[in-house]
């Protein structure tokens, strides 16, 4: 997952809206967004790999999200796969706070993320580079590849366009928000970061869908909460930038 865009707590219809693209190798086997066999409470794509995920929502509303940290120095090999940090929180009873706690004892078990976990009602951030867990304020948010609210063009890009969108429309179209992600735009030059992988990858992974061989955004996702707990899960899949199909699932949080 390379982008995550949010609003929290700043619309009158919804708790919660998000908007991401998990950015992967095209070879790497996957499964689209499904309730698990092994945990029918968890809605959620797949890594067949490590059996993990990348972003997921359970039926009792949790909530959980997660980017890789871009840096060749925080790439070690034989770490334990991210992908369970998510699937973990989904699957657990923990309060995000006391599972955020309990993972910065374990943060050097993973190469480099960024993880988001909690519910409609709140939302707690964690780098495991920065070892800081920070409550997140009402507002829109973007998350890529380096710290929250990162001032990378595509963060910036889809922050700007999910606040506009979202201040002048009262009820969501899902629609919208997938045209938000699909901007296959390159950032200019100047305003590039520099993650050590070189200007010229760093200029193909700066739109918000990439599209390059081998690898790009495989899926795009938009989920909402709004005031009555009603949740709405829509995920498109792409292979080389081709769509390949959709699903949209709606529920009721438990209580």
């Given at each position: 997952?390379c982008?995550?865009?949010?609003q929290?707590?700043?619309?009158p ?8 693209n998990r950015d ?13 066999e092994?945990?029918?409470n968890?809605?959620?794509g ?17 909530i959980a999200?997660?980017?890789n940290y ?8 034989g770490k334990?796969?991210?992908?369970h940090?998510?699937s973990?929180?989904l ?16 943060k050097d078990?993973?190469?480099g993320f960024?993880?988001?976990v909690?519910d409609?009602?709140?939302l ?8 800081q867990?920070?409550?997140?304020s ?11 609210n990162t001032?990378?063009p595509?963060v910036?890009?889809g922050?700007?366009r ?7 429309t009262?009820?969501?179209?899902t629609n919208?928000?997938?045209q938000?992600?699909a901007?296959?735009e ?7 970061p ?5 200007l010229?990858l ?5 739109p918000?869908f990439?599209?390059?061989p081998?690898?790009?955004t495989r899926?795009?996702?938009v989920?909402?909460i709004?005031?009555d707990?009603r ?17 949209h ?7």
């Open positions: 997952m982008l995550i865009l949010f929290l707590h700043e619309h219809t919804y708790k919660l809206v998000l908007a991401a992967e190798s095209y070879e790497r086997p996957t499964l689209p967004a499904h309730y698990w092994d945990q029918p968890v809605l959620a797949r890594d067949l790999v490590q059996m993990g995920t990348w972003l997921g929502i359970s039926r009792n509303g949790r999200a997660l980017t871009r840096d060749p120095a925080h790439m070690n090999p334990t796969s991210r992908g940090i998510v973990n929180y699957t657990g009873d923990e309060s995000s706070h006391d599972y955020v706690n309990k993972l910065r004892h374990k078990d993973f190469v960024n993880v988001l909690g409609g009602d709140q707690a951030y964690y780098n495991n580079i920065e070892d867990i920070t409550s997140l009402p507002g829109v948010h973007g998350l890529s590849n380096h710290f929250l001032p990378w595509k910036e890009k922050k700007k999910l606040h506009h969108y979202l201040k002048q009262e009820v969501v179209q919208d928000l997938f938000i992600l901007d296959a390159e950032a200019e030059e100047s305003m590039l520099n993650t050590g992988i070189g010229e760093e200029k193909k992974l700066s918000m990439i599209n390059i081998g690898y790009g899926c795009s996702t989920l909402t709004d005031y707990n949740v709405s899960f829509s995920e498109r899949t792409f292979q080389a930038g081709e769509f390949i199909d959709e699903v699932v709606q529920f009721q949080i438990n209580s």
